[in-house]
């Protein structure tokens, strides 16, 4: 790879980076909007609303930056940077097609899984230096969450892996046929209901329960830094839906020219965007102790037995 293509698909991968999570969070607002039956600012940009999100992401910019004197202020600012860096880490190695990622790496699979964790850590950092109780606490929810739910990620993830024979996310792909659909289902389940625990959506959002510990580790956060923690909710949804895309649903593969080949992952991508969205919108907060059961109980046992049934069609049909 020349030095202008490595710079070029670099600038490709941080303008995704920005944009998509935008997109996420403005159709989030506007699914949930509809599916509530509220449905909140409308003329910001005219046709829809479509502007509030710019609007809302100037008034962070406005907003005074905080920093407790309690707090240890060089990782209370680090935090919001270390939450978002590792995303977009992990998006430059997801393939939209077999022409198009940021960097193809080997073994990107477990390359995703491992700086994909790493934005728990800066939840895990924020709350601990802000010097606050109710911080504290949700940082300590954050880091049990991480613990369990890590475990069922890695499990679903190595189940694509043993059916591809590669630990490679292109390689998965193209090792994909329709039979995955039903085969791999249950491992697609874990890794959304996993996924969806470490991004701290609901309903496995207790880290940051209001009602219970005000916003829990971005209690004293304001302004941008406070929105970057928003906005690497936003990109963890859009790694989560892209990876599922890529793993569970062929990435690229489609009926039509293989040209348009990653039109075809980012649909598949948005399916995956609105079925996160439509858990928040239908399900309410899990309590802790229900928080740590479903996956010990449910996903783990759920992702030791696909493990069982991958090994046993590979050993019998491939």
Do not use: C
């Not at 491992?114 to 300590?140: E, I």
């Not at 329709?178 to 309903?203: C, D, K, N, S, Y």
């Not at 919108?281 to 991958?310: E, K, M, N, Y």
């Amino acid at each position: 790879m020349s030095v202008g293509e490595a710079i070029l698909r670099a600038v490709l991968v941080l303008v995704g980076f920005l944009v998509l999570p935008l997109v996420v969070g403005q159709s989030e607002h506007k699914v949930m909007a509809h599916m509530q039956g509220r449905l909140g600012p409308m003329e910001a940009g005219g046709f829809h609303g479509w502007a509030q999100l710019v609007a809302d992401g100037v008034k962070f910019v406005q907003k005074e930056d905080i920093v407790p004197r309690a707090a240890d202020g060089k990782i209370f600012r680090i935090a919001p940077v270390l939450a978002i860096v590792s995303y977009l880490a992990a998006l430059a190695v997801i393939p939209l097609s077999p022409d198009l990622v940021g960097a193809d790496v080997p073994a990107s699979l477990v390359w995703v899984l491992a700086v994909g964790g790493v934005g728990t850590v800066g939840t895990l950092l924020a709350g601990w230096s802000s010097g606050n109780k109710y911080a504290l606490l949700g940082a300590m929810r954050a880091a049990a969450s991480l613990i369990s739910y890590e475990v069922a990620l890695i499990l679903a993830a190595a189940s694509f892996a043993i059916a591809a024979g590669s630990l490679s996310l292109a390689g998965i792909a193209h090792a994909w046929t329709p039979w995955w659909l039903i085969w791999q289902l249950p491992a697609a389940f874990v890794l959304l209901a996993a996924g969806t625990a470490e991004l701290q959506r609901v309903p496995f959002d207790t880290p940051v329960a209001d009602a219970e510990i005000v916003m829990g580790p971005y209690t004293e956060y304001t302004g941008l830094r406070f929105a970057l923690f928003l906005l690497a909710e936003y990109a963890g949804i859009v790694v989560l839906s892209l990876l599922i895309a890529v793993l569970w649903l062929g990435g690229w593969t489609g009926p039509f020219d293989a040209h348009i080949g990653w039109l075809w992952t980012v649909l598949k991508a948005a399916i995956i965007v609105f079925v996160i969205i439509w858990m928040r919108v239908s399900w309410p907060r899990v309590r802790v102790d229900q928080l740590q059961r479903f996956t010990w109980l449910v996903l783990v046992p759920i992702a030791l037995v696909q493990l069982l049934i991958t090994a046993a069609g590979v050993v019998l049909w491939q």
